[in-house]
């Protein structure tokens, strides 16, 4: 059978199992939360995620033993555009199918993959990602958090900060300091329980009023042998590795031409704000400007379909911090134009004179500034990719 053939007996495979157990509910919803991300989901959408974890379809590609879908990058696109088709969305996320789960299958021991795999396919557990310190950003390091090696155990004291999710999250996974006369060789990576005693998570505000990062202090925290990841002092190595897996995963969020830069239809808001001239829009200049953006958003997602593609044959490479710093400059540039068409009504902050949607497209034009620091900044991701992709001298 020719593997076109293959393909098409897949595709109705993959439809069939979507109509006996999708719920038709929640066909073209988005999910009120995700589960791996701190969201508790119940009635269809816990149904739905519980079918869809027992499956595997939330990692199609991871393998079938640790509970993965077992398919092939050409099967997962096949049940991708499936899904699509009938407004299917999955509810199970976060940085345990994003970077966690991907490493874990780069480097660890089939018992860590057995033991931590499935709960992450089936978003039973929230991890949070233990990296940046109040002296270790960009020079991540730099970091001082101390795993003292006891033996039988690590004795963890230090503490993070800007670590998303922490205050729900069940897990840690991150890098500690195990050798201080090393600054790259004394670096560990290890997985810790949140509830274990002397870890306290103290959320931070931001301008945006949410509180999505957290401080996290580790007191005395006993962390077991069994939770180091790789070889002690050699988690330097695997704790980047974590991070190309992180740009890889925004690169490959784009499947869609408007997936770039959030949900929000910004030529109805144009429309709805601006108004139109007959069949154009009043403002030439944004009209300009909105077909500029949809040009990028389609390059965008066609480019990060492409490394997918070729991560999922050779693994992640450095050259997706290209999409990351791509990504982080167009979603600004999207918000500012948003707040633009709302005129006055994108001074909003609270009150009954502002609509929800206003609030919401204020505050998230706020959180967008920290698009290009996140999962490295900009600078850091251009340096990355003048010394590692284009072997640029001094960098």
């Keep these: 059978m020719a593997a076109a053939d293959d393909l098409n007996v897949f595709r109705e495979e993959a439809r069939q199992w979507l109509n006996d157990n999708f719920p038709s509910s929640l066909a073209n919803q988005r999910p009120p939360g995700i589960a791996g991300f701190g969201a508790k989901l119940s009635g269809d959408w816990k149904a739905w995620q519980e079918r869809l974890g027992e499956k595997g379809w939330s990692t199609p590609t991871w393998p079938a033993e640790y509970g993965g879908g077992g398919l092939t990058p050409e099967q997962a696109g096949v049940l991708a555009k499936t899904m699509r088709e009938i407004g299917a969305i999955s509810p199970i996320g976060g940085f345990g199918t994003m970077m966690w789960g991907p490493t874990l299958l780069d480097v660890g021991t089939e018992e860590q993959k057995q033991r931590y795999l499935p709960d992450i396919i089936r978003g039973n557990l929230h991890w949070c990602q233990g990296y940046s310190e109040p002296g270790a950003g960009s020079d991540l390091a730099n970091l001082q958090s101390f795993a003292e090696d006891k033996g039988d155990h690590f004795l963890l004291n230090g503490s993070k900060v800007w670590t998303s999710g922490a205050l729900e999250a069940d897990w840690m996974y991150g890098v500690f300091r195990t050798d201080k006369s090393n600054k790259y060789q004394g670096i560990s990576f290890l997985t810790l329980d949140m509830k274990s005693a002397g870890v306290e998570v103290k959320p931070i505000v931001l301008i945006s009023g949410q509180s999505p990062f957290n401080e996290v202090f580790f007191t005395d925290v006993v962390v077991p042998k069994e939770n ?106 999207r918000e500012e134009m948003l707040i633009e068409m709302l005129g006055n009504r994108g001074l909003g902050w609270e009150g009954d004179g502002f609509k929800e949607s206003e609030i919401k497209t204020v505050r998230t034009w706020l959180r967008s500034k920290a698009n290009s620091i996140e999962g490295g900044t900009t600078e850091i991701n251009l340096n990355l990719v003048a010394k590692r992709v284009l072997g640029l001298k001094g960098y």
């Design 228 to 333: 180091l990841i790789g070889e002690k002092n050699l988690g330097w190595d695997i704790g980047k590795r974590l991070l190309l897996h992180e740009r890889q995963s925004i690169a490959g969020s784009s499947g869609d031409d408007d997936v770039v830069g959030g949900s929000y239809d910004i030529e109805q808001v144009a429309k709805d704000y601006i108004g139109m001239d007959g069949d154009k829009l009043a403002d030439g200049a944004m009209r300009e400007r909105i077909a500029e953006q949809k040009m990028f958003a389609h390059a965008y997602a066609l480019t990060g379909r492409r490394f997918s593609d070729e991560a999922a044959v050779s693994g992640p490479s450095a050259a997706v911090g290209i999409l990351k710093v791509a990504w982080a400059k167009d979603n600004q540039n």
